[in-house]
């Protein structure tokens, strides 16, 4: 089993920044590709950025140039850093790991405001 630990969510203002982490547990070691999803009442779920255990990333059109996803392998902690935000970059953003035996899982989401 994996156990998915988001933090780093919070208040900002347009422009500002922030850097969201997704910590790992359990078995983690055979964790293959993590992404970060968002959401915003009444619409589903989006693909933010992914990143596969062997470095490789990459970031939806809507954040390209503003977001980057890392990984700290070692550990199996993700991080999305996310600069010159915008109040749309407003939702509730969550962390996602395909295990190879025991499938997806999920973190229980951060909340990102962008407002002033």
């Known amino acids: 089993q994996v156990q998915l630990v988001e933090s780093g969510g919070g208040l900002v203002q347009p422009g500002g920044s922030l850097r969201l982490s997704c910590a790992a547990s359990?078995?983690?070691?055979?964790?293959?590709?993590m992404r970060w999803y968002r959401q915003t009442p009444g619409k589903e779920r989006e693909l933010v950025a992914s990143?596969?255990?062997?470095?490789?990333?990459d970031v939806a059109g809507s954040v390209e140039g503003r977001f980057t996803i890392s990984r700290d392998i070692g550990r199996d902690t993700i991080y999305l850093q996310m600069n010159t935000l915008k109040p749309e970059d407003t939702a509730v953003y969550f962390c996602w790991a395909d295990h190879t035996y025991s499938g997806h899982h999920w973190g229980q989401g951060t909340q990102v405001t962008v407002s002033s």
């Open positions: 359990g078995d983690y070691f055979r964790i293959g590709v």
């Open positions: 990143i596969t255990d062997g470095g490789l990333a």
